[in-house]
């Protein structure tokens, strides 16, 4: 018998009006991509040890064992399937496997795309078959006890040995112990460890180096090494983040990885790049793909929360007709709709930023800069807004929201874990401060500006430094693309020239102590990041609304950008007010221009997340499922808790009757 909730999610996508086929194969990257995550996710769902029924109920070991089970089986079915390495098969294979990370995560990641990046012609024919074939497995070692985005304050060290031709890898102290990688703990065989190059007695940076931190056979660790995971943690705990502590390990010359500089056996340091930075390459990748990654996650906590929302029911807004729906309330669409466009908004541009990413040229400095500061800002602002909202959509669901069978906190904790990974957020938002610091100086002096700051020299040469600057008349006028696209920049451009002024303000009165002064200013850097982010996520999630869509769907697209680029103003008023790009007045206009948008898409919410493709495996929610069977689908979890396995609980009789018993 059907329910009444899932009548009512039924009767929501009936009511839609949308064709959202075109969206789906949009953010999936065309039809074969989506068909082949579909073909890859009816293998994962129809296989009994990759389904991932339980994953609520399972304790820390039992989460890790089970997680290793599956990691087998996966292997043996990419094997099965004849899937490669980087292609777009074998990446939704992976995608399709699991919404949370495993022991294998970062070799299928990091360590394989370190090795065939940073590894020389005979690196990449050596170790290359020993990872596709699962031979070795593998982890990336950077992040140290004592030091994390400070990569330049790395203390692990690798001293080169001309006399044997060896490195002599070793931790010094306490804080040099790598700490956090994930794999490292009990799965990993080998590592690729971060660790500053000394040749006879000269720092020449951090460079990476291929170790062995267990036997083949025993799997036991190899001499000098010390490693183990770093215990439970608030989420990720399938995956076995470690500690490795290495005491004078010697490895060949030949396992510093050499794509980009090497050691002669005479020790010599020969660079095979002009650049300085082609070493950031794996780190690069992980942050352009973390961008879309977060509107994939953010996607996934506002489908429970909006289908949720659809049907659950709660008091009246005409006291003569029946309860209404929570998602009838506008209070609730200002809270979640905006949520939807986010994820679109990042899904998009991070699309875009990993076209960048594939398209850049390791040589060209001027592009890895702008990469870098473009992938730092935009992970920055990615990751911490995608926690801040996932958690909006956790409340929305009310008491079962706080429920790990609604599936979002799992969401959460595995999204949270982003913010800090590859990168704190606020040294993030300084380093791409640094860059537009640059651009200003190049500005000043008379330089042109290209490629992504290209914008940047119009507002500073078009627009007064101080005062009010508004670039419309009328408020309205902000439903008008192309006008809010100006409003960002304008807002970034003049938060940057800020940034400059007090910086140039703090370095006189500090004299030559830059960094002091560098630190005095990094609240007005930080907030400059923040709008060059905010600017450069906006107009290329406009970029959407040039699709070959539909009429209908163009036209709802529309709306659901206009309505990101206002609820950000909405946001984050002080950006815009400081700068004199909007005026006070202009608030109370954009807060009803984003509820007029509220009132377009609310009629089409639940199909545009159904839009998104996330199977109910994948969700592992109660509330989220697509069939909408809310309560039914929680009692029967509720059920298969181990504590409702028996009718009485294990030490009643033993704790609590005798003292229910006592005289005391």
Known sequence: MTSHQTRLL???RQRSRVNFEELTLLLYGGEESYQTFKEMEGVVSSDPILREDNI????????????MQRSKRAVELFKEMGLEFGSDRAWQFWRALSSESTPISLMLSMFSHAVYGQGSDAQREKWWPLVTSFKILGCYAQTELGHGSFVRGLETRAEYDPRQEQFVLHSPTLTSMKWWPGTMGKTATHGLVIARLFLAGKDCGNQMFMVQLRDLTTHEPMPGITVGTIGPKMGYNKADNGFLALDKVRVPRENMMARFCEVTPDG????????????????????????????????AAVTIAIRYSAVRQQGHIDPKAGEVAVLDYISQQHLLLPVLATSLAYWHAGNWLGQFYRSHAPENAAEIQELHATSACLKALTTSTAAKEIETCRRACGGHGYSQFSGIPAIYTFVSAGEIYEGDALVLHLQTARYLMKALRSFVSGKALSGGIKYLAFWLTNAPET???????DSR??????TLISVFECASARLTALAGKQLDLFTKEEGVNHERAWNRTSPWLIRASVAHAEYVIFSKFTSI???????SLRTLLRHIVILYGLWRIEQNPLAFLETGTLKPSDMRDVHELVIEHLKMIRPEAVSLVDAFGHPDRQLHSALGSYDGDVYTRLYTEAKKDPLNQTEVADGIHKYLKPLMKSKM
């Open 545 to 551: 609304l040039d699709s070959s869509v539909n009429h």
């Open 56 to 67: 609520h109920l399972l304790s820390y070991e039992e989460g890790f064992k089970v997680a």
């Open 268 to 299: 010599r340091f020969l660079s095979h790049t002009r650049s300085k930075k082609p070493s950031y390459g794996t780190m690069l990748w992980v942050r352009a793909n973390m961008v879309k990654s977060q509107g994939r996650f953010l996607s």
């Open 467 to 473: 005062g009010p600057y508004r670039v419309f008349k």
């Open 477 to 482: 006028a902000l439903v008008d693309i192309q």
């Open 10 to 12: 039924q009767q929501e």
